[in-house]
């Protein structure tokens, strides 16, 4: 009789699954000449040129070389592979992005004001999207690639830290970490409404930004119910 206990069935069904390997995402080296600065330059912009003719999944090594007119070993000088140039190119429009929050006020107290800043994130966030080559697909890729998620969270969480801690000037009897916690719920919603907009291009787009900034407004106003503009403020 064959006992087969907790232990070895999961240390058999462990040792039969394969093993996941992520891919090398990380740049090899930065470049030091103006030469390289151009060459790099190249390769990310062929990259984006593909990403809108091909979308990600069909992007290669080979189809960047060929786009930006370089050889593969200048390619490999700075990127492993694909997803490392993916990466970079993600990095470039999180930072992009983000750089609209130097807009946001210091301190916001008023939610009638928050919305309206939220209507005005929203919209240029996704006007600097569009403007980005293959822009659309560099968001896409960063979603769907497991490798390349902890680039978007990153960025998630640095826009949700920037919005708490001018919330939290505004109000300094904030729970720090619950305005955190739900700020970078809204955070997520607001990145899916970009994605929305995107992916369904027949719907308004004005019409669905002001509907996910009320949204958004809702999800802060429940942090701080007196503040001008809620409902209590205006009974």
Known sequence: MIVITTVMF???ICQSMPMVVKPNI?????PHQDRSHKTLDR?????????????????????????AGVTPP????????????????????????????Q?????????????LEIVHLLTETIRVTRATRGGVWIMRALHATPSLSDVRVKSHQSVARQMTGRL????P???????????RLGVEWGYALIEMVFDEPDLDERTLIHQAAALLT?????LMPDAPGSAQSLA
């Open 10 to 12: 999961e240390k058999a």
């Open 26 to 30: 990380s740049r090899r080296g930065a």
């Open 43 to 67: 390769i990310l912009n062929a990259a984006g040129e593909l990403l809108e003719q091909v979308g990600f999944e069909q992007l290669s090594t080979n189809a960047i070389c060929k786009q």
């Open 74 to 101: 200048a390619l490999y000088r700075y990127f492993p592979n694909k997803y490392a140039v993916l990466k970079e190119l993600g990095e470039r429009l999180m930072t992009d992005q983000n750089a609209l929050l």
């Open 103 to 115: 807009d946001w006020p210091s301190a916001v107290d008023d939610l009638r004001q928050i919305e």
């Open 168 to 171: 939290v000037r505004a109000r």
């Open 173 to 183: 009897n904030l729970d720090e970490a619950q305005a955190y916690q739900r700020i």
């Open 218 to 222: 809702d999800n802060i106003r429940t």
